[in-house]
Nanobody, 119 residues
Framework: QVQLVDSGGGLVQAGGSVRLSCGVS????????MGWYRQAPGKQRELVAS???????NYKDSVKGRFTISRDNAKNMVYLQMNSLKPEDTADYYC?????????????WGKGTLVTVSS
């Protein structure tokens, strides 16, 4: 069974850094677009950053220059380096990926990892 396993969240002070990781558990043939979403309490889930299988990236305006998304196709991993964190970055962060397994292409979600930024 294919799953996305995200990790790396925690409590950090404003101005600090956190690195999130997300790996694929189970057998897959290939990966397409991957991304990180976040959902703060009482708010809708929103796209933070995405990366294509060729390395093209896209960022939410409020995180540009502070967050960096990257991927390691050989390890089936995607990362989100978050620097200069602000209290408004506090949210559950979810990994997202389009993966091709034995059942074909599907969109998968991680279970989420909580990032709390204290002021």
């Amino acid at each position: 069974q294919v799953q996305l396993v995200d990790s790396g969240g925690g409590l950090v002070q404003a101005g600090g850094s956190v690195r999130l990781s997300c790996g694929v558990s189970g057998f897959i043939f290939s990966m397409n677009d991957m991304g990180w979403y976040r959902q703060a309490p009482g708010k809708q889930r929103e796209l933070v950053a995405s990366i294509t299988n060729t390395g093209s990236t896209n960022y939410k305006d409020s995180v540009k220059g502070r967050f960096t998304i990257s991927r390691d196709n050989a390890k089936n991993m995607v990362y989100l380096q978050m620097n200069s964190l602000k209290p408004e970055d506090t949210a559950d962060y979810y990994c997202n990926a389009e993966l091709r397994g034995v059942s074909g292409w599907r969109t998968y979600w991680g279970k989420g990892t909580l990032v709390t930024v204290s002021s």
